[in-house]
């Protein structure tokens, strides 16, 4: 991501007639409750559309994308990665959304970049009643604008800290019908975000896994554990799942299918070498607002 993205939380306290100087929790806690949800007016904006997190702090002096960049993280394996359709859920506000609205969002997403994003990402590619949803689900993900989920810049950020880790690992769910991706309207969220923590901490919502998500499942947990203990997900019987080092990532897929495939793979399906070659940044609006912006319906 281009720009520095910082949420300074103390803004809040200002807005609530509080000291700045220091987190003044009295002077919070004795406040109207009113008061308080009229101060934080705009935060859950900031979540999607930045900046954050707050920083400067003892807790947290450097931003984590500094941080990466420069090496002043803690040097531990780490195991990254994402659902395969992280944002798709949040995008279904463009169900309805028609040719000429999805390219007039695009273009107040996009600005300058716009031609060449529809050029990418063109309404026709996405034919379905869902075009609009599907379509930005795909933008959004592929380019991780929405909150910094998914997409080029998670592999950016692994390739950032394997330089200085061997012990780094990527993977990508995908899982196309995870229990909680289907809906009765039919728009499919696909592997939307948090779809895979039943995979991994098994409960009574395991129950709606099939067979062969079920072995899926038990993979995972597999891996994870032996990432814990071991600080790599090498375990006998299943898939190896080598480095980001070997220029490899894991697809995790139900059935005994999951497999580690090139990174190439990765950055021909998410469209990396368009989204490294222009400059582009975190939503300017959030997602609802850009739908209102464009007359979208939400009936």
Not at 189 to 214: D, I, N, R, V
Not at 262 to 276: D, H, I, S
Request: aromatic letters at 12%.
């Amino acid at each position: 991501m281009r720009r520095e993205l910082r949420l300074v939380c103390h803004g809040r306290q200002s807005a609530a007639g509080c000291s700045t100087t220091a987190p003044d929790l009295d002077c919070l806690r004795n406040k109207p409750a009113g008061e308080l949800q009229s101060a934080a007016k705009g935060f859950i904006g900031g979540l999607v559309s930045g900046p954050l997190p707050t920083t400067g702090t003892p807790e947290l002096p450097v931003a984590p994308l500094d941080a990466v960049r420069t090496g002043r993280t803690a040097n531990v394996p780490l195991l990254i990665g994402h659902t395969r359709d992280e944002v798709r859920n949040w995008a279904g506000l463009f169900a309805n959304a028609t040719k000429d609205q999805y390219e007039k969002a695009v273009r107040i997403e996009c600005g300058d970049e716009a031609d060449a994003v529809l050029a990418h990402y063109p309404f026709s590619a996405y034919g379905d009643a869902y075009t609009g949803a599907y379509a930005f689900g795909a933008l959004w993900g592929d380019s991780s604008v929405f909150f910094g989920l998914g997409g080029c810049q998670y592999l950016s950020l692994t390739a950032q800290y394997s330089k200085r880790q061997p012990h780094t690992y990527f993977y990508e769910f995908d899982d196309p019908h995870p229990p909680t991706g289907g809906s009765s309207t039919g728009f499919d969220a696909g592997a939307s975000h948090g779809s895979e923590k039943q995979y991994l901490m098994p409960s009574a919502t395991s129950a709606l896994l099939t067979p062969a998500q079920q072995q899926l499942s038990g993979e995972m947990v597999r891996y994870w554990g032996s990432f814990v203990k071991y600080g790599k997900p090498a375990t006998p019987g299943i898939a190896a799942w080598p480095s980001y080092w070997a220029g490899k990532f894991m697809s995790l897929l139900p059935g005994g299918e999951s497999r580690a495939l090139k990174t190439g793979v990765y950055e021909a399906r998410r469209q990396c070498a368009f989204w490294n070659s222009i400059d582009y940044d975190w939503l300017p609006l959030d997602a609802d607002k850009l739908a209102a912006q464009t007359g979208v319906s939400q009936s």
